[in-house]
């Protein structure tokens, strides 16, 4: 389960390069049926007014005026029917000849859902989703946009019209290397230039991506490439440390790996590691399976034609642990994540394409940065900017000089910028849209950040295996405190006993489930997972739900016993395996625990074997060298014997109930 929530504000008039700090007003919409249509609201200066809305729950935008469209504002894409929508992304210029897009329409019987009343014609129920490959975004926005910048990294421009071109040379140096459509292509980068052209290259050339964390073990990495089949991974020196290994251990054919440096402008370019070898930046690739980057795209032919079938052909494989634990592939196709996207842009009033700057610092290989990151930058022609990691100051001066727009994060990223010491120092009046993954964002958090950027914060809901996101409260309508929102277009929902699969009673908690354009396709070579998730058209999402009587969602717990560490699933089962390990450890069990930074972080209770010995620090030491950081035990129990069912499983609930009890003894 992941949580969403965003933060918008209404884009400047001023020019792409200088945005207007707006002023922020704060008003009531209509309820549904009267007034005017909250979708066709906007701010404006603080003496005007919206007719038909007072002062005080959900923010409302106040209408395009004709005035205001000669003055630059432009009409925003949610004011535009669908079909225009579409023909904005047509490639239209002499010389290509592209085919158009055919239109087909994903419908549900959910005319008659309690939200749907609620769109009031700001979104469409149902949308029409052009029937093309993922990557056709990038390619229409370097034809209508070849001089603008895709992505500034640290300050280099990258154009659509380069990108595009570089794009094309990575899916024609695959092709050579022998990868063909169908074929799984490993991608493992930090958000940097690389892991944007290699996304589009292997998609441009059918192959299918596979993304892995660059902050996974080794242990990981080997099972997502043995799973998923991938023989090829394109990486940079600064993430590439378990690469090599990978590559002499025989798990892989091919590694392609990129200097960082390569895209940093000349000052950066210098003081950046030089040396070889050196911390950090293990020696380029050697022998006929290794390839420099720069050297492998420069004697790239142009990519072969291929045939894509949206609907059927896989875009994307990535990795979720699901109800059991055991990594599993979510097979996404290309239509999946145009769907997605789409919804997306849909659900985002006055967004103006060509014009937006998207501050990228999520992580592209989480399905949550993809989204809504990079697809989402490439099908409204906007601008990434680059962040390979979260660095507070780094963010800070980063929004200060180059202005983004939108903002997806992670409630950490919130927390961290509300509580810096001179936050007051820098101008981040610019960002509109704040789009945050994990657990719902306090009120507090929310409500400082909102008055920091002049933004809006609703939350919403997403998982892997819908692409991600499905639900998301309304910008304009009634923003309700502690909800995930509104099911996006075209995505309808059912909550049922977990138990006899029967519907609920209105407001009773239950299964939540889903189903819509942007549920996966399946789980990678995992039969019986599909059919515990996939039934009758629909994806059983594990997370436990309510509805309201208008149609509003809230999540109440999850029938999953994931632990959520700062937008990271981590699974129990997993980090055990790693503690039953241990020389000295004779039982373990893991559960997640309040953190006021993580959301959650993990808590090891430990049994140790007789007469053996280890400390705390030995078991997390231990865990170092073995998971990825953010899956390491920051606290460790350790205990005579932990709580077992009758069959001898380990109770886990019982140990959250007493670490929750425990705690409200203590008030920590």
């Not at 023989?231 to 020196?237: K, Q």
């Not at 304009?476 to 075209?490: H, K, M, T, Y």
């Amino acid at each position: 389960m992941t949580v969403w929530t965003q933060a918008r504000r209404v884009p400047s008039g001023e020019s792409w390069g200088s945005p207007t700090n707006w002023k922020r007003s704060r008003s009531r919409g209509s309820k549904p049926g009267t007034g005017n249509p909250p979708g066709d609201c906007r701010i404006r200066r603080d003496s005007e007014h919206c007719p038909g809305q007072s002062s005080s729950q959900g923010r409302r935008r106040l209408p395009f005026s004709a005035a205001g469209r000669r003055q630059g504002f432009g009409v925003p894409l949610w004011n535009i029917p669908t079909k225009r929508l579409v023909d904005s992304f047509r490639v239209r210029h002499t010389g290509i000849s592209i085919a158009r897009w055919s239109t087909v329409s994903w419908t549900a019987s959910y005319d008659q859902r309690p939200w749907v009343r609620l769109y009031q014609g700001a979104v469409k129920p149902s949308l029409d989703y052009p029937d093309i490959p993922l990557y056709r975004f990038l390619e229409d926005s370097a034809v209508e946009f070849p001089e603008h910048p895709a992505a500034l990294f640290f300050g280099r421009p990258l154009l659509y019209r380069d990108l595009k071109q570089q794009v094309d040379r990575f899916a024609g140096a695959l092709a050579r290397l022998g990868v063909r459509k169908g074929d799984r292509v490993a991608l493992m980068f930090p958000n940097c230039p690389q892991a944007v052209i290699a996304y589009y290259g292997a998609l441009r050339l059918g192959a299918v991506v596979v993304q892995l964390s660059p902050i996974a073990s080794a242990r990981e990495l080997a099972f997502q490439l043995e799973d998923s089949g991938a023989r090829i991974l394109a990486t940079v020196d600064a993430v590439a440390g378990h690469t090599g290994r990978l590559l002499d251990e025989g798990r892989l054919d091919h590694l392609i790996v990129g200097r960082i440096s390569d895209y940093l402008p000349g000052v950066l370019r210098i003081l950046y590691p030089l040396k070889p070898g050196g911390e950090g930046q293990p020696p380029p690739p050697s022998g006929p399976q290794g390839y420099d980057w720069q050297s492998l795209l420069a004697g790239a032919p142009p990519p072969p034609p291929v045939d894509i079938d949206p609907h059927e052909d896989l875009a994307l494989i990535q990795y979720t642990g699901g109800t059991t634990g055991t990594p599993k592939g979510a097979m996404l196709t290309h239509r999946n994540l145009v769907c997605n996207t789409l919804q997306a842009v849909a659900w985002f009033p006055g967004l103006e394409r060509g014009r937006e700057r998207i501050l990228a610092v999520l992580p592209f290989f989480h399905v949550y940065g993809m989204t809504v990151c990079m697809n989402f930058a490439m099908a409204t022609a906007a601008t990434l900017l680059l962040l390979p990691r979260f660095d507070l100051d780094s963010v800070l001066k980063t929004i200060n000089r180059y202005r983004p727009t939108l903002f997806p994060g992670a409630p950490t990223m919130y927390v961290a910028i509300n509580n810096h010491p001179h936050v007051q120092r820098y101008d981040l009046r610019s960002i509109r849209a704040c789009i945050s993954g994990a657990a719902p964002l306090p009120v507090e958090v929310r409500e400082r950040f909102e008055a920091l950027t002049g933004g809006q914060l609703v939350e919403g809901y997403g998982l892997t295996e819908a692409s991600p996101v499905t639900h998301c409260n309304p910008f304009w309508g009634e923003v309700r405190a502690g909800s995930i929102g509104l099911p996006f277009p075209d995505t309808d929902c059912r909550i049922v006993d977990p138990e006899t699969g029967e519907d609920v009673p209105l407001g009773q908690p239950g299964e939540l489930l889903i189903r819509g354009p942007q549920v996966m396709k399946g789980y990678w070579n995992r039969p019986e997972e599909n059919a515990r998730a996939l039934r009758d058209g629909w994806l059983y999402t594990g997370d436990v739900a309510r509805m309201d009587e208008d149609g509003y969602f809230y999540i109440v717990d999850r029938l999953k016993e994931i632990i959520i560490a700062g937008g990271f699933n981590i699974y129990p089962r997993e980090v055990e395996e790693v503690l039953y390990e241990h020389p000295a450890v004779k039982e373990a069990a893991v559960i997640g625990v309040p953190d006021p930074y993580r959301g959650e972080t993990v808590k090891a209770f430990v049994v140790l074997k007789p007469g053996a010995r280890a400390t705390a620090d030995d078991i997390i030491a231990f865990c170092r060298e073995h998971l990825a950081r953010y899956k390491v035990p920051t606290h460790v129990e350790f205990r005579d014997d932990l709580p077992k069912s009758l069959v001898g499983k380990v109770l886990r609930r019982v140990l959250a109930e007493e670490e929750a009890a425990k705690r409200a003894q203590t008030g920590a």
